[in-house]
Nanobody, 119 residues
Framework: QVQLVESGGGLVQPGGSLRLSCAAS????????MTWVRQAPGKGLEWVSD????????DYVDSVKGRFTISRDNARNAVYLEMNSLKPEDTAIYYCNVHVAGPVPVDYWGQGTQVTVSS
C-alpha cells in the first residue's frame, strides 16, 4: 500500500533553516509528481510546492519563492523540502502528498511534520 512518511520538522528561530524529507513506498515513485502542502494553526490547507516525476520541473507558492527548494531522489523514493530564511508565518504542519490517477483517483497523505518558527 502507499505510504508517505515525513520527517525533519522542529522548532527553529526566524531566519533559520530546516530540511523536510518524505519517504515514499508502495507506488511507482518516479512516475508521479509529488507535492508539499501545509496547514497553519487555525487555517486550511495551503499548497506549498510540487515537483514532477523526473524532478526537472518545480513550482512554488509565491510566499516561499526564493526561500524554499523542492527536490527528489528517485533512487531513494524520497522528496525533500529545503526551507531557508524561515519566518513565523511558515509555522505549520507540513504534509507530503501524491495524487494517483486511475479509475478511482486517490490522494495519499503522510502524517505530517510540525514546523515551528519562533524566537
Amino acid at each position: 500500500q502507499v505510504q508517505l512518511v515525513e520527517s525533519g520538522g522542529g522548532l527553529v528561530q526566524p531566519g533559520g533553516s530546516l530540511r523536510l524529507s518524505c519517504a515514499a513506498s508502495g507506488f511507482a515513485f518516479s512516475s508521479y509528481a509529488m507535492t508539499w502542502v501545509r496547514q497553519a494553526p487555525g487555517k486550511g490547507l495551503e499548497w506549498v510546492s510540487d515537483i514532477n516525476g523526473p524532478g526537472n520541473s518545480t513550482d512554488y507558492v509565491d510566499s516561499v519563492k526564493g526561500r524554499f527548494t523542492i527536490s527528489r531522489d528517485n533512487a531513494r523514493n524520497a522528496v525533500y523540502l529545503e526551507m531557508n530564511s524561515l519566518k513565523p508565518e511558515d509555522t505549520a504542519i507540513y504534509y507530503c502528498n501524491v495524487h494517483v490517477a486511475g479509475p478511482v483517483p486517490v490522494d495519499y497523505w503522510g502524517q505530517g511534520t510540525q514546523v515551528t518558527v519562533s524566537s
